[in-house]
T-cell receptor
Framework: DAGITQSPRHKVTETGTPVTLRCHQTENHRYMYWYRQDPGHGLRLIHYSYGVKDTDKGEVSDGYSVSRSKTEDFLLTLESATSSQTSVYFC????????????FGPGTRLTVT | GENVEQHPSTLSVQEGDSAVIKCTYSDSASNYFPWYKQELGKGPQLIIDIRSNVGEKKDQRIAVTLNKTAKHFSLHITETQPEDSAVYFCAANGGNNNDMRFGAGTRLTVKP
């Protein structure tokens, strides 16, 4: 998985609780991405980062925030989890300014009850 | 924004046969088209990609073709093997290069 780890790999949480997912890379790539994967929707971009402290919204950013204080770490936070955020979350990295050649981590399965 | 449609959603072939998966996109500014293979419980793996200045690219048993005029691109797998069984996703980067849009996926089953 191209030097990308995600933690936790599985999490069950209750509606209304805050949740933070972590992506860690050892490739020193500048660009990092958070996607969610749901049946029938493929992967959808939540947020991405183009450098330390530089982030931007993706297609489905509502209800999510991100932070990147170090090159190697990109955090995804659900401030108040809802059942609609039950999904599998993938982190990806890229060296390309154009977003080419993105490499994905192993994923985090999040269940909100 | 970019919209990517992928067909078929499921595909079953006999070992040794060819498999073709097709995608269409809407944004004429798209210039990068990757294909990913995802095995059960794992993250998507980049298997091949094509840029808009090229019409076809081949890597061993895998090839991708791009028709910019018609806004569609296809993945071709020849001499399929059981280990090719997986879910395949196409994607296009749209006008905003970092906003990659994915198709809904094709579940390919190769029967021995």
């Amino acid at each position: 998985d191209a030097g990308i780890t995600q933690s936790p790999r599985h999490k069950v949480t209750e509606t209304g609780t805050p949740v933070t997912l972590r992506c860690h890379q050892t490739e020193n790539h500048r660009y990092m991405y958070w996607y969610r994967q749901d049946p029938g929707h493929g992967l959808r971009l939540i947020h991405y980062s183009y450098g330390v402290k530089d982030t931007d919204k993706g297609e489905v950013s509502d209800g999510y925030s991100v932070s990147r204080s170090k090159t190697e770490d990109f955090l995804l936070t659900l401030e108040s989890a809802t059942s609609s955020q039950t999904s599998v979350y993938f982190c990806a990295i890229s060296e390309s300014r154009q977003g080419h050649e993105q490499y994905f981590g192993p994923g985090t399965r999040l269940t909100v009850t | 924004g970019e919209n990517v449609e992928q067909h078929p959603s499921t595909l079953s072939v006999q070992e040794g046969d060819s498999a073709v998966i097709k995608c269409t996109y809407s944004d004429s500014a798209s210039n990068y088209f990757p294909w990913y293979k995802q095995e059960l419980g794992k993250g998507p793996q980049l298997i091949i990609d094509i840029r808009s200045n090229v019409g076809e690219k081949k890597d061993q048993r895998i090839a991708v073709t791009l028709n910019k005029t018609a806004k569609h691109f296809s993945l071709h797998i020849t001499e399929t093997q059981p280990e090719d069984s997986a879910v395949y996703f196409c994607a296009a980067n749209g006008g905003n290069n970092n906003d990659m849009r994915f198709g809904a996926g094709t579940r390919l089953t190769v029967k021995p």
